[in-house]
Structure formats: C-alpha cells, structure tokens
C-alpha cells in the first residue's frame, strides 16, 4: 500500500464521527481522573497511572461504542449527559475529600450526603467560593466546557439514524469493535492486578474503597463499591486459614500488651524477641485492688498475693464451636470466633466494677494540644491513671465511623451507615447495654442537632436507659444558640440530670472542637482567643491562625472536663467516677483544602509533618479514675488505637464480655498490641506495615523478626476486617445473642 494510500485510510478512520467521539471520551475520563486522583494526594506510584490510564480508555470505548449505535440527536444530548454526570461526581469527592481527607462510597453518601450538606454547608461554600476550590472545579467541568465547543466537529460525522435504521455491515462493526476494545483494555487491566499481583489485595480480600480510588481510580472505585454493596448480604464471609489465628498467640509471646515495661530476651532458638513481664508483680496487683476495689481485707490480700494469680479469659458463656457444627448463614463466622484465643483476665479485671463512667467522644480532639499549662485538666487526667502512649484514631468515615469504632470495637465498614446497621436490630456490645444489665443509669448527649446522622434513631438504641437529649428534642433550651456550641455549657446543665443517680452511665457526644477553626467564624474560638493568644506569648510561640483558632476552640472542652472533675470531687464520689475521653478523629478541618502530605497546619500542631495515614492519626485518649492519682501512672507504651477503648472498659469494669467478639483488644491483657487502618496498613510493637507497596519496617533495625511475621500479621488484619464486615452483614451479634439466651 502506498503511502498515499495509508494517509487516505487514516484520514478515512478518524473522520469517522464514533473514532471522533471515543478519543474524546476517553481522554475526558483519564484527564478527570488526573486532575482528581493530583488535587487528593501526593503520593503516586507509576502503575496506579497505568491502571488510569486502562480504565479510563475502557470506559471512553464502551460509551461510545452504545452513543455510536444511536441517532446523531440522541448522541448530542447523551454525551453532555454522561460528561455532566462525571464532572458532577468527581467536584462532589473532591470536595467531600478536601474536607474529610477521606473518599466517601455510595452508601456513605446516600447515607450521610443530607446530614453533610447542612451540618457542613459554610465549609462547603467556602471550599467552592475560593480559588483552590474555583480552579479545581473549572478544571472537572473542562471536558463537558470543550464538549459544547467541539461538538459539530465531533458528532459532524455520526450518522443521522440509529442502528437499527441503518443496515450496512460498518455501521455496526465499528462501535462493536470500540466496546470490544473497551473490553481488552478493561481485561488488561485485570491480568495487571491479578495474574502480575499489582495491588491484587486491594481488588480482592484487602478491598477498601479509598485504596481502590488511590490505585485505580474513582470510577473503577465506584464499579466496586457497586459490587461490594451487591455481595454485602449476599456473599459468605471468606476467612483465611485458622493458621493465621495460632500465630496470634505466638506472636503474643514477643511483647503482650502490659501496663509495664518490657524486656528483650534469648529464646532457645537463638533469635531475639521482645517479652513482656507480667502484668504486675503480685504485690503490685494486691495494692491495686485495695485501693480501687476496696477491699476491706488487707491481711488476706497480701497473703493472696504471696500465691501466683492464675486469670481466666475474658469469654462468654456460649459454644461458638457448637453453633458452627449446627450450620445456618453464620457457621462461617462460628468457626472463625471459635478457633480465636480469648484474651486472659488480668490484675486490673473487675477494678472499676461498680463505678459511674462518663465517657467523651470528643469533637476533633488531639492529643498534641494538651499542655501542662493552658489544658492543666486534660494533662492532669492524661498523666494519671491508664497512659496510652501510642494511640491512633483510625480517621474513616470521619465522625461517624470514629463513634462507632468507639462504641461498638468494630472497624465501620462503610461510613455513615455502618452505626444505623448496627443499631436496627438493636445492640448488646457496647458499654450503654452492658452496664444496662448491671443496672446503672444510663443517658447520651450531644449539643448539636440531635437528629444530625440519623443519631435520634441510633443513640436511642445505645441501651442508656435515661434516653437520648440534643438540640431539638430539649437540649436547646438549655445551652446557647451558638456555633459551634458550648461542650462547658452542656456539662453544666446535664449534669444535673444523672449525678445523684449513681451508679450512672453517661456518654457525650462534643462539639465546640468543630471547624471552622478562624476566629470570624468560630464561636468557642473567639471566647477563647485570649487564653491561647497569651498562653502563645508566654510560650514565644508563633502557631498559625488555623492552630491557634482550633486550640481555643477545644480549650471549651478542658473548661467541661473541669467543671466535670471538680464537681465530682466537691460530690466526694471523684474516686468512684471513671472519665475516658477519646477523639472521634484527627482534626481535618485544619487543612480543609490540602490533601495528605500537604497538611500545613495539622504539621503545625503536632510539630512534625504528616505526610502518612499512621502520622496523621495519632492522638491521646484517656481513661481515668480519681482513685488512681495516688499511685504511679499505668503506663500502656504499645500501640492502641480507638477499637481497643470498648475492650478495655469491659475488662475493667469486670462486665460479662467475649473477648473475640470485638476486633479491638483490652490493652491491659496479653492480646496482641496491633493498630490496624482501613486501607490494611498495620503497626505492631515490632514495627509497621505498608499494604500498598507490601513494605514491613521494624521499630528496632537489629531485631530478629520471623520470616513471614507480615504476612502473619495481615492474614489477622484481614480476617479482622471480614468479622468487621460480617458483624453487620449477617447481624451477627443478634445471632449470638439469641444463642446465648437459649
């Protein structure tokens, strides 16, 4: 063939309007898929472009292959239709992740989408009005802008019929053979992911919808959130081999979660591992049971504590392993929580059994802004008692998700929702119904719109037995009409309402630490500008706006956590009163408008930069009792996290609970220390764990580690996420629960 020949064909080929429209198409996905996935993150790998690329080539075949089997007229409104539709879904996760640093799935949206819009709107338009926030809009909406400009030139050459006026052979090979390389490209992509194992995890057992995003891109994330949702009801839990669960108990060995030091040891095999002493010597656990339990007799405890204390485990009174042999749609889940080892009792079991608990999810809160003299409470209650001193808030689902993992031990599994699901079928997990059935006083509060995220149906299921109280249904009455509003005023007025009704249950919701976080438009900021501006000056330091504004805001919270303490002490039931106070995430309000690895202020507050999921989490949760100040503090150096707050309380306030029904640890028993985050990155006493580029890196560079202790750790990771899953999808505890009363 000549030359001449070959330019003519090609000249033949690419006035076809259907080649016209595919390249258009295809390049108007990968082109808003780039301008996403560059405005989200910072972090890229070369293959997570490939699969953009792929994906995006896919999807412009296979719409123009359909467009091009229609009229040229139907063509003219579909194409804008489809491009208006992508850009819309694109600006609404951009702006969802730039203010929650998180990718929200289909069901958070359908979820919580109403709820955000209203409780969120001046972030919203703030985020729209401004010229990040412009110019990354007009940037999505380019594509659907060069549509109506290029139009004619596209669409000139479409035929004015539909396929099925139009009767030559090439009028129907042509899009067929656009969707058939959609189709290639598509089949590509999988054979990438899962025959070369690029990010296999993430498409499969690891999936998470925000990985997904990250690697291959929003609208393939979209496609298997969709699948996900599908098979949520439907699809039988996939555990990995039980194998995995022995390895728990051996890995237990190199350092168990104890509230005292650890020491490295030589095992008989050579290798170095890390060993943790014993809870407390037997001495230690006689003086910390009369001084919390009260126990009147001090002569037989010390003779008590001359024997060696052989604890039991923190189970349930019901045959996993029997109702897994009985078969039905939760067998798999049986065989899963049966063959798991219980964590053990311990010296502190049962202390706080009998005492009132007030426990805070506190609005954005972080432990970076505690100090001994402008937050002396806060630092007060965070130095004595239970020290955690490497606490992370896994940040998914934002608030949500962080009251659920609080509430509940459970990693959410898809925001907004995963706390309605739960609750529809009523609860027998948390603390509220626990300490139900031992027959305190319970009440939840929470100085916002008591309807926000569906709480009036939600938070009424908690098991509080005095019910739930926000603003609307007669909390409003009571604290002042500003935003955000006063956690000090909330204290003060309900507190009222349960301190002589002892023993109580109180949970709180918070919120004076909310963004905005600018003194213009932050009521609590204002109120105390001036602490923190003079505490800055004492200090000679030179904080931001953005972090001096969000400071002041959370110095509300020290003022109710105060007015709390010091009541309880002026009551004479200090002693008898449990305080816990944990965040319900990191505080994304800071940098609304970065993405990770470009957080300005938030690397301002902590003091180093964020540039990880793991760095940005980490925060200070707290767990204090007045009868715990005259002792040293119980220090808890491995890593915690949010889950592990529920299991924890249970264990000290000697309830009835099955240990391997929460995916969180009772940090004061020999379960293992593991921090675990949604997209399957882990940390460990030993070190962490990048899921996606399948990267361990010890604490200690000269520690001897197993060979196959990652992947080890990541079969429990998972199977952790699974149970998180099927909890909800099969309404497991229900299920157990009905066993149990049987």
């Known amino acids: 063939m000549s030359l001449q020949k070959k330019e003519r064909k090609t000249k033949d080929i690419w006035s076809q309007g259907s080649v016209r429209l595919a390249v258009f198409l295809s390049l108007s996905c990968f082109y808003t898929e780039l301008v996403f996935k560059l405005s989200i993150e910072t972090l890229h790998t070369g293959s997570s472009f490939v699969f953009l690329a792929l994906f995006s080539l896919c999807a412009g075949l296979v719409v123009s292959g359909i467009i091009s089997l229609l009229p040229k007229r139907a063509a003219q409104v579909l194409v804008p239709v489809y491009l208006g539709l992508l850009s819309l879904i694109f600006i609404v996760e951009f702006l969802v992740y730039r203010q929650f640093k998180v990718a929200y799935d289909i069901n958070t949206i359908l979820n919580a989408a109403t709820d955000a819009l209203g409780g969120f709107g001046a972030d919203i338009r703030r985020l729209i009005f401004c010229f990040d926030g412009i110019s990354h809009i007009t940037l999505l909406l380019l594509p659907l802008i060069l549509w109506f400009v290029l139009r004619k030139k596209i669409t000139g050459q479409l035929p004015e019929k539909g396929i099925w006026q139009r009767r030559t052979g090439r009028a129907v090979c042509i899009p067929l053979a656009h969707m058939a390389g959609g189709a290639a490209c598509y089949g590509a992509a999988l054979f990438l992911i899962l025959c070369c194992g690029l990010h296999k995890g993430i498409y499969t057992n690891q999936y998470n919808f925000e990985s997904a995003v990250m690697q291959f891109g929003l ?77 009147s007799d001090k002569t037989a405890q010390e003779n008590e504590a001359a024997t060696p204390v052989v604890y039991g485990q923190s189970v349930a009174s019901v045959d996993f392993a029997a109702l897994a042999a009985a078969g039905g749609n939760c067998a798999d889940i049986d065989a899963y929580v049966s063959a798991l080892t219980p964590s053990s009792q311990n010296a502190y079991t049962g202390s706080f059994a009998g005492k009132n608990l007030i426990l805070i999810c506190a609005e ?170 003079a505490w800055c000056a004492k200090k000679n330091l030179s904080f931001s706006e953005p972090v001096r504004a969000y400071i002041a805001a959370n110095l509300e919270l020290e003022k109710a956590v105060d007015y709390i303490v010091k009541t309880l002490e002026e009551k004479g039931i200090a002693d008898d009163t449990v305080i816990c106070i944990a965040p319900d995430h990191f505080p994304y ?119 196959d202790y990652a992947e080890q750790i990541s079969g429990i990771v998972r199977n952790k996420m699974t149970f998180s899953k099927s909890v909800l999808s099969h309404d497991y505890y229900t299920h157990v629960y009905d066993a149990a009363s049987d």
Not at 250 to 269: C, H, I, M, R
Not at 418 to 426: C, F, H, V
């Open 589 to 707: 309000g800071l940098d609304s408008d970065a993405s990770l690895g470009k957080m300005p202020y938030v690397s301002e507050l902590y003091g180093y930069p964020v540039n990880t999921y793991e760095e940005r989490d980490r925060s200070r949760a707290i767990i204090w009792c007045g009868a715990l100040e005259d002792y040293e503090p119980i220090m808890v150096d491995t890593p915690t996290s949010s889950v592990d707050i529920l299991p924890t309380l249970c264990n000290l306030f000697g309830v009835e609970w099955d240990s391997r029904l929460y995916v969180g640890r009772d940090v004061l028993s020999d379960a293992l220390p593991l921090v675990f985050f949604g997209n399957y990155d882990w940390k460990t006493d030993l070190g962490h764990y990048s899921a996606t580029g399948n990267i361990f890196t010890p604490t200690d560079e000269n520690a001897v580690i197993p060979e």
């Open 219 to 295: 609208g393939e994330g979209l496609c298997l959130d969709i699948r996900n949702l599908a098979s949520f009801k439907t699809s039988a839990p996939a555990f990995e081999s039980m194998e995995t669960e022995s390895v728990q108990s051996t890995v237990g060995t190199f350092q168990e979660a104890l509230p005292v030091s650890g020491k490295e040891e030589t095992v008989s095999d050579g290798k170095e591992v890390v060993q943790a002493k014993e809870a407390a010597s037997a001495q230690e656990a006689a003086i910390l049971q009369e001084e919390i339990s009260s126990q």
């Open 364 to 533: 954005a809160f972080s432990g970076f802004l505690i100090d001994p003299e402008l937050t002396p409470t806060l630092y007060r209650l965070s130095t004595k008692g239970i020290n955690l001193g490497d606490y992370y808030q896994q940040s998914i689902a934002g608030t949500t998700g962080g009251e659920y993992q609080l509430l509940f031990g459970l990693i959410p599994t898809s925001g907004g929702s995963s706390i309605k699901e739960i609750t529809r079928s009523g609860t027998h997990t948390n603390m509220g119904a626990l300490l139900n059935d031992e027959g305190y006083f319970g009440m939840a509060f929470h100085n916002s719109d008591y309807t926000y995220y569906d709480r009036h149906k939600t938070h009424t299921k908690l098991g509080y037995s005095g019910g739930y109280m926000g603003v609307g249904n007669g909390l409003e009455e009571l604290i002042s009409p500003e935003w955000p509003a006063s956690d000090l005023e909330l204290m003060q007025e309900t507190l009222p309402m349960y301190i002589d009704k002892q023993p109580f249950n109180v949970y709180y919701m918070t919120v004076s630490g909310h963004s905005v976080y600018a003194f213009g438009n932050n009521a609590m900021s204002r109120k105390n500008k001036d602490a923190v501006d």
